[in-house]
């Protein structure tokens, strides 16, 4: 059975720097691409990133560009979200997801994990 799970949520000030981590087990999930989506309370679920299999494509949702980047373990059944520059409404339960699909990884995967809590206070 697919299971992804995250670490690395938490409170950090405005300007300040997260890295969120998932990890892919089961199936062939940890050789899918990766990438994570994000819901703030009252808000739909929305993209945020996504990497390839290889690592060597990645996509990013506008208003994240230039200060998220996403990345995969040398395992690459991990998948890491460094964010910098982070601001009041990056906040939001942040979820990695799976899919053997880039496209429909980026719209609606198949396999998510549970989500953790990221708070950027002003």
């Known amino acids: 059975q697919a299971q992804l799970v995250e670490s690395g949520g938490g409170l950090v000030q405005t300007g300040g720097s997260l890295r969120l981590s998932c990890t892919a087990s089961g199936r062939t999930v940890n050789n899918y691409p990766l990438g994570w989506f994000r819901q703030a309370t009252g808000k739909e679920r929305e993209f945020v990133a996504a990497i390839s299999w290889t690592g060597i494509s990645t996509y990013y949702t506008n208003s994240v560009k230039g200060r998220f980047t996403i990345s995969r373990g040398k395992a690459r059944s991990t998948v890491f979200l460094q964010m910098n520059s982070l601001k009041p409404e990056d906040t939001a339960v942040y979820y990695c997801?799976?899919?053997?699909?880039?496209?429909?990884?980026?719209?609606?995967?198949?396999?998510w994990g549970q989500g953790t809590q990221v708070t950027v206070s002003s």
């Open positions: 997801a799976a899919d053997p699909s880039i496209t429909t990884l980026r719209t609606k995967p198949g396999y």
